[in-house]
């Protein structure tokens, strides 16, 4: 009986805000905020769009292929198809047609047509050439690889030789056209992914159109340089590239002082402050004088440091 007394309904914690009028201002404030988050989503990119550069390469892609009538895109086999082969080392990767031929409408349709692309070696810096490979992950966690006999699977469960391709854009042979390059071990000339020759007229006296349409095309490394078969045409989340150009335009810009104090402090605490408020906190105008002095003495991004910790608006500060 005791202890049911002694019993609280809800749990309270230190400095927790117990009156009426300061949760309804912290209400008001999260609503402020999602219109402010809504607001910032409105008019960003949606959709699949073609890559423009190497760094849209990371991240979710599908990869298409295009002959004189069909569009093709590479696919692994069909999740319940995985499954079955999940004991075996065999997982190939198919071109399926399209019904829709026109590249730049073609979207993903399940998770069986888009890969994970990331940098084979992080860590590898602009010199080396590992910092030009990039390795695609499939849905099933394997990885796209190519032997030195040109033939092309999806097993491997982690990074290696044959499974570090350089893409090679083409911007003249249209939006996101790159080809993928390979040397494995053993290899005396570099290989590119191509698909089978969908054009050669003795495969279409052989089938009709109907028959063809439905039947995949397969893949493989034969080729020794790039030509019709080798090109593909790679799409890219917009939404993620926009995310990532305004990360990459906005490091640029905190790395540039353009040396007017004022803006310069902005921009700065705009970037690295820690708390949620749309409230720039920064030191009284009166101390800017205090920068002047800083800038000649060649300690202008110090003494900015050193601002910004006052007001303890750095989350890197201590």
Same mark, same amino acid.
């Given at each position: 009986?005791e202890?049911?007394?002694a019993?609280?309904?809800?749990?309270?914690?230190?400095?927790?805000?117990?009156?009426?009028?300061?949760?309804?201002?912290?209400?008001?404030?999260?609503?402020?905020?999602?219109?402010?988050?809504?607001?910032?989503?409105?008019?960003?990119?949606?959709?699949?769009g073609?890559?423009?550069?190497?760094?849209?390469?990371?991240?979710?892609?599908?990869?298409?292929?295009?002959?004189?009538?069909?569009?093709?895109?590479?696919?692994?086999?069909?999740?319940?198809e995985?499954?079955?082969?999940a004991?075996?080392?065999?997982q190939?990767?198919?071109?399926?047609?399209?019904?829709?031929?026109?590249?730049?409408?073609?979207?993903?349709?399940?998770? @069986?047509?888009?890969?994970s692309? $990331?940098? &084979?070696? /992080?860590?590898?810096?602009?010199?080396? +050439?590992? *910092?030009?490979? =990039? !390795?695609?992950?499939?849905?099933?966690?394997?990885?796209?690889?190519?032997?030195?006999?040109g033939?092309?699977?999806?097993?491997?469960?982690?990074?290696?030789?044959?499974?570090?391709?350089?893409?090679?854009?083409?911007?003249?042979?249209?939006?996101?056209?790159?080809?993928?390059?390979?040397?494995p071990?053993?290899?005396?000339?570099?290989?590119?992914?191509?698909?089978?020759?969908?054009?050669?007229?003795?495969?279409?006296? @052989?089938?009709?159109?109907?028959? $063809?349409? &439905?039947? /995949?095309?397969?893949?493989?490394?034969? +080729?020794? *340089?790039?030509? =019709? !078969?080798?090109?593909?045409?790679?799409?890219?989340?917009?939404?993620?590239?926009?995310?990532?150009?305004?990360?990459?335009?906005?490091?640029?810009?905190?790395?540039?002082?353009?040396?007017?104090?004022?803006?310069?402090e902005?921009?700065?605490?705009?970037?690295?402050?820690?708390?949620?408020?749309?409230?720039?906190?920064?030191?009284?105008?009166?101390?800017?004088?205090?920068?002047?002095s800083?800038?000649?003495?060649?300690?202008?991004?110090?003494?900015?440091?050193?601002?910004?910790?006052?007001?303890?608006?750095?989350?890197?500060?201590?």
């Open positions: 009986m202890y049911r007394e019993r609280s309904k809800k749990l309270s914690f230190k400095g927790e805000s117990t009156s009426s009028k300061r949760s309804a201002d912290s209400g008001a404030t999260k609503r402020k905020a999602k219109k402010k988050r809504h607001r910032d989503t409105e008019g960003a990119a949606t959709g699949w073609f890559i423009e550069s190497l760094d849209d390469l990371e991240g979710p892609i599908a990869l298409y292929h295009k002959d004189e009538q069909l569009a093709f895109v590479l696919a692994m086999p069909s999740r319940e995985s499954l079955a082969r004991e075996s080392s065999e190939t990767l198919l071109l399926h047609a399209l019904s829709n031929e026109s590249l730049a409408d073609c979207v993903p349709s399940s998770v @069986e047509q888009v890969f692309v $990331r940098r &084979s070696v /992080p860590t590898a810096g602009p010199a080396d +050439a590992e *910092a030009a490979m =990039y !390795s695609l992950k499939s849905f099933t966690g394997t990885y796209l690889a190519a032997d030195r006999h033939r092309v699977s999806c097993a491997s469960a982690a990074i290696g030789a044959l499974e570090m391709w350089t893409p090679v854009l083409l911007p003249d042979r249209g939006d996101g056209a790159v080809a993928f390059m390979i040397r071990p053993g290899a005396t000339t570099d290989q590119f992914l191509s698909a089978a020759d969908t054009n050669n007229p003795a495969t279409e006296r @052989e089938r009709s159109e109907a028959t $063809r349409s &439905s039947s /995949p095309v397969h893949v493989h490394s034969h +080729a020794t *340089a790039i030509g =019709y !078969s080798q090109v593909f045409f790679a799409k890219c989340q917009a939404e993620l590239r926009s995310k990532r150009r305004q990360a990459a335009s906005a490091a640029q810009d905190i790395a540039t002082l353009s040396g007017n104090i004022a803006a310069d902005a921009t700065q605490s705009k970037h690295f402050q820690s708390f949620q408020s749309e409230r720039l906190r920064t030191l009284a105008k009166g101390n800017v004088s205090d920068l002047d800083a800038k000649q003495a060649g300690k202008y991004s110090e003494s900015l440091l050193d601002r910004r910790e006052k007001t303890k608006s750095d989350r890197y500060c201590k």
